[in-house]
């Protein structure tokens, strides 16, 4: 199983398909908005399978249930999908406690993704980094350059870039970040946005708005500033990108 950071050998950026779980279900949101929820699938397992056979590199799973609870509520799920599948996991939702976090590295997953307890708690990640390292990445979501937290629900005063600081400062090597405002919408990812986060000491996931192979090319030119994937929701469940078409794509213009 792969827990080492993501490295500069592996075959150009990293597309990731999302799973979003609420209810058992696979689904989006519309900007993090549970009461705007689209369902794609009442498969989890099926639609990891899914990408998995299409190349996928990675699978990125959101308990979107937990994310609003406070603690996982997909274990039996994610590990369902831990045994159906042999890419890595990195896995979300409602991890704000060490005990939650040791229950999903225990189902076999790859990274966790912390969000609200660590840009809530900063002692929280000085406390983890010496036990679980390279197994952590931060979820960084920001709302007009704001982090957001609580499911995107609250709008911290603590800015996107300095919480980045903060996070390299303390050890964390990769975080995804997220445009709130994009999620969801097919409108393509906040590029200037995301260039505020790029260069501060971590490697760096972008996640939202993602839509067409364009976006991607236009990515993947800030792949020397540190941005080393992206994180694909809609557009593949749309089928506004086509998986096997656009990792071919970026494979020739590396």
């Not at 982090?147 to 980045?164: C, I, K, N, P, R």
Request: hydrophobic share 45%; charged share 25%.
């Amino acid at each position: 199983m792969k827990t080492d950071t993501i490295s500069k050998e592996e075959l150009s950026m990293l597309l990731i398909p999302a799973l979003d779980l609420k209810g058992g279900r696979c689904v989006r949101l519309y900007q993090g908005r549970p009461e705007e929820e689209t369902v794609f699938s009442h498969d989890p397992v099926e639609v990891a399978q899914k990408w998995e056979s299409l190349g996928a590199q990675r699978l990125h799973i959101i308990d979107l249930d937990g994310a609003f609870a406070g603690r996982p509520q997909h274990l039996p799920v994610i590990e369902k999908i831990r045994a159906a599948v042999k890419i890595p996991l990195q896995v979300g939702g409602g991890l704000r406690d060490v005990a939650a976090i040791e229950e999903v590295l225990a189902l076999g997953v790859d990274w966790v993704i912390l969000g609200t307890r660590a840009a809530c708690d900063p002692d929280f990640l000085d406390k983890l980094v010496p036990s679980y390292g390279q197994r952590l990445i931060v979820s960084v979501d920001a709302r007009a350059g704001q982090v957001a937290v609580q499911g995107w629900q609250e709008t911290l005063s603590l800015t996107a870039a300095d919480f980045v600081k903060q996070l390299a400062r303390k050890g964390i090597d990769t975080i995804i970040f997220t445009d709130v405002s994009r999620d969801g919408t097919l409108q393509g990812p906040n590029l200037n946005s995301l260039e505020g986060v790029l260069g501060l000491g971590v490697q760096v996931i972008a996640a939202g708005g993602i839509a067409t192979l364009a976006d991607l090319l236009a990515l993947q030119k800030l792949e020397e500033r540190g941005l080393v994937g992206a994180i694909l929701g809609k557009s593949l469940y749309t089928g506004s990108i086509d998986l096997p078409t656009a990792l071919a794509r970026l494979k020739r213009e590396q």
